[in-house]
């Protein structure tokens, strides 16, 4: 990290506002050399965090924009090192021209989350604020904001610390004793042992408890919208997305295929899957998308089972079938539910015709709720259901959830070596047997904050990252 760094840091589209980010030894004169502030000395006289006003310049010296200019220098930065922002105008053009005047300066482009990274290896973030970073760049409901604004303030690393450090107590107490036998140490005791590893067990299992709804926080909630062709799916997923996404028609079996869109609804991140309608198809292409309908309700979280309300009037005995057929289905993938009784504008339906196929049924549906996707009425109704099944964890720290795959997967392991440890002592083996699975444990959380990760993993990291961040 010898050298210095630049970038684009906002998007390349006309806009009020366009920032140039540089990072590295360099950084200050190579604002020197592009910038020329109205009034006073150059920027390297400047102190840190002061907005200058100046002129930007192209690497011919011509005037390209007027703009604002500050530094900060290492170890009082972002990254750890001497950093520089310049705030122009948002065109691409002269961002561009201000980007190649800086290589000429002496920087090169930054990588895709290089800033970030710099900042994690120069310890000014830990893994789990690092990775908020990308997270809070990707949120797109203001409960996933909240989240990784806690966590980028530290929550999530709290947590972990304090199991961590408790562990490691226990670790410290264990060798104190061993190495320094004549010294007047307090020897361990069994039960305090056995306690501290069933305090540390229990704070692991509510950790990682976090883990389904932040990842359903992050990555939004698969939601199948099913039923028999013609029932109304694709005119309800268009009514969702509020825009025409999937092809409406009279014609049945018009979606052969699963479409896939993400929305904000009722407070709650949605990843709809409009499905093909659920029938013994004889075309090969209509029943392959069958196929896929039967595999987007084995994988949502949350499944909408549309009926069409006009034909659930006077139902077919082949069209009681199927509903029955789609509802088995919908039972066995053990998912929460919603019953939705569509096309209300044309039936005059008030309530829910759950009751009519309902009986027998070993699974309630969540909630049953009556709408025309076409007039919008009990769309509200439905979205208040939806809020209902996925509720604010008021319970939790804002930032104190795990959220990806990664943190989950080292929480776990470090539970798993804890219970080890556990049954170990229970055993009546020696208690630095018990002791290698605590320092088990500590490596696994190590690996969740960063005090101990592979470059493989930081790399993979990274990759969520856009260029100038």
Same mark, same amino acid.
């Given at each position: 990290?010898?050298?210095?760094?630049?970038?684009?840091?906002?998007?390349?589209?006309?806009?009020?506002?366009?920032?140039?980010?540089?990072?590295?030894?360099?950084?200050?004169?190579? =604002?020197?050399?592009?910038?020329?502030?109205?009034?006073?000395?150059?920027? #390297?006289?400047?102190?840190?965090?002061?907005?200058?006003?100046?002129?930007?310049?192209?690497?011919?010296?011509?005037?390209?924009?007027?703009?604002?200019?500050?530094? #900060?220098?290492?170890?009082?930065?972002?990254? %750890?090192?001497?950093?520089?922002?310049?705030?122009?105008? %948002?065109?691409?053009?002269?961002?561009?021209?201000?980007?190649?005047?800086?290589?000429? &300066?002496?920087?090169?482009?930054?990588?895709? +989350?290089?800033?970030?990274?710099?900042?994690?290896?120069?310890?000014?973030?830990?893994? @789990?604020?690092?990775? &908020?970073?990308?997270?809070?760049?990707?949120?797109?409901?203001? !409960?996933?904001?909240?989240?990784?604004?806690?966590?980028?303030?530290?929550?999530?690393?709290?947590?972990?610390?304090?199991?961590?450090?408790?562990?490691?107590?226990?670790?410290?107490?264990?060798?104190?004793?061993?190495?320094?036998?004549?010294?007047?140490? $307090?020897?361990?005791?069994?039960? $305090?042992?056995?306690?501290?590893?069933?305090?540390?067990?229990?704070?692991?299992?509510?950790?990682?408890?976090?883990?389904?709804?932040?990842?359903?926080?992050?990555? +939004? =909630?698969?939601?199948?919208?099913?039923?028999?062709?013609?029932?109304?799916?694709?005119?309800?997923?268009?009514?969702?997305?509020?825009?025409?996404?999937?092809?409406?028609?009279?014609?049945?079996?018009?979606?052969?295929?699963?479409?896939?869109?993400?929305?904000?609804?009722? +407070?709650?991140?949605?990843?709809?899957?409009?499905?093909?309608?659920?029938?013994? &198809?004889?075309?090969?292409?209509?029943?392959? %998308?069958?196929?896929?309908?039967?595999?987007?309700?084995?994988?949502?979280?949350?499944?909408?089972?549309?009926?069409?309300?006009?034909? !659930?009037?006077?139902? @077919?005995?082949?069209?009681?079938?199927?509903?029955?057929?789609?509802?088995?289905? =919908?039972?066995?993938?053990?998912?929460?539910?919603?019953?939705?009784?569509?096309?209300?504008?044309?039936?005059?339906?008030?309530? #829910?015709?759950? %009751?009519?196929? +309902?009986?027998?049924?070993?699974?309630?549906?969540?909630?049953?709720?009556?709408?025309?996707?076409?007039?919008?009425?009990?769309?509200?109704?439905?979205?208040?259901? =939806?809020?209902?099944?996925?509720?604010?964890?008021?319970?939790?720290?804002?930032?104190?959830?795990?959220?990806?795959?990664?943190?989950?997967?080292?929480?776990?392991?470090?539970?798993?070596?804890?219970?080890?440890?556990?049954?170990?002592?229970?055993?009546?083996?020696?208690?630095?047997?018990?002791?290698?699975?605590?320092?088990?444990?500590?490596?696994?959380?190590?690996?969740?904050?960063?005090?101990?990760?592979?470059?493989?993993?930081?790399?993979?990291?990274?990759?969520?990252?856009?260029?100038?961040?």
């Amino acid at each position: 990290m010898n050298d210095t760094i630049a970038a684009i840091a906002t998007p390349l589209t006309p806009s009020a506002i366009g920032i140039l980010r540089l990072s590295g030894p360099g950084s200050v004169e190579a =604002v020197d050399t592009v910038f020329t502030p109205f009034q006073g000395g150059p920027m #390297s006289t400047r102190p840190d965090r002061a907005l200058v006003y100046g002129a930007l310049h192209d690497r011919e010296s011509a005037v390209i924009d007027h703009c604002l200019c500050t530094v #900060s220098r290492a170890p009082n930065s972002y990254t %750890g090192e001497d950093t520089a922002e310049l705030q122009c105008h %948002g065109s691409p053009a002269a961002l561009a021209l201000g980007l190649e005047a800086l290589f000429h &300066a002496g920087a090169r482009q930054a990588k895709p +989350g290089e800033f970030t990274r710099r900042a994690f290896l120069n310890g000014k973030l830990d893994l @789990t604020r690092t990775e &908020a970073v990308a997270d809070l760049i990707h949120a797109e409901t203001p !409960a996933a904001v909240r989240q990784a604004a806690g966590q980028l303030g530290g929550a999530l690393a709290d947590v972990v610390d304090g199991i961590y450090d408790d562990l490691t107590n226990l670790c410290a107490h264990f060798h104190a004793v061993l190495d320094y036998p004549d010294e007047d140490i $307090e020897p361990f005791e069994i039960e $305090e042992l056995s306690a501290a590893l069933g305090d540390a067990a229990g704070a692991l299992d509510r950790l990682a408890a976090t883990y389904r709804r932040g990842r359903l926080l992050n990555e +939004g =909630v698969p939601c199948a919208i099913v039923g028999r062709p013609n029932a109304g799916k694709s005119t309800l997923f268009n009514a969702l997305l509020g825009y025409e996404r999937a092809i409406v028609t009279d014609i049945p079996g018009t979606t052969r295929d699963t479409v896939e869109e993400r929305v904000n609804f009722g +407070g709650v991140l949605l990843r709809l899957i409009d499905t093909a309608g659920l029938r013994d &198809a004889d075309d090969e292409v209509e029943r392959l %998308g069958v196929e896929r309908s039967r595999a987007a309700v084995e994988r949502a979280e949350l499944i909408l089972v549309v009926v069409d309300s006009v034909e !659930a009037e006077n139902p @077919t005995e082949a069209g009681g079938r199927e509903l029955l057929d789609i509802l088995h289905l =919908v039972m066995e993938a053990g998912k929460p539910w919603i019953w939705i009784d569509s096309k209300c504008d044309l039936s005059g339906v008030l309530g #829910s015709s759950v %009751g009519m196929v +309902g009986k027998g049924r070993g699974t309630n549906p969540a909630a049953s709720v009556a709408i025309s996707a076409v007039t919008g009425k009990g769309m509200d109704k439905l979205e208040e259901a =939806v809020a209902a099944l996925f509720p604010q964890d008021t319970d939790i720290q804002a930032g104190a959830m795990l959220t990806n795959a990664r943190q989950a997967e080292a929480a776990n392991r470090a539970r798993s070596a804890v219970e080890r440890g556990a049954e170990a002592l229970k055993a009546g083996l020696s208690p630095d047997a018990v002791v290698a699975d605590v320092e088990e444990a500590m490596s696994a959380l190590g690996e969740l904050t960063g005090r101990t990760v592979s470059e493989d993993v930081t790399a993979r990291i990274f990759e969520r990252f856009c260029v100038g961040k």
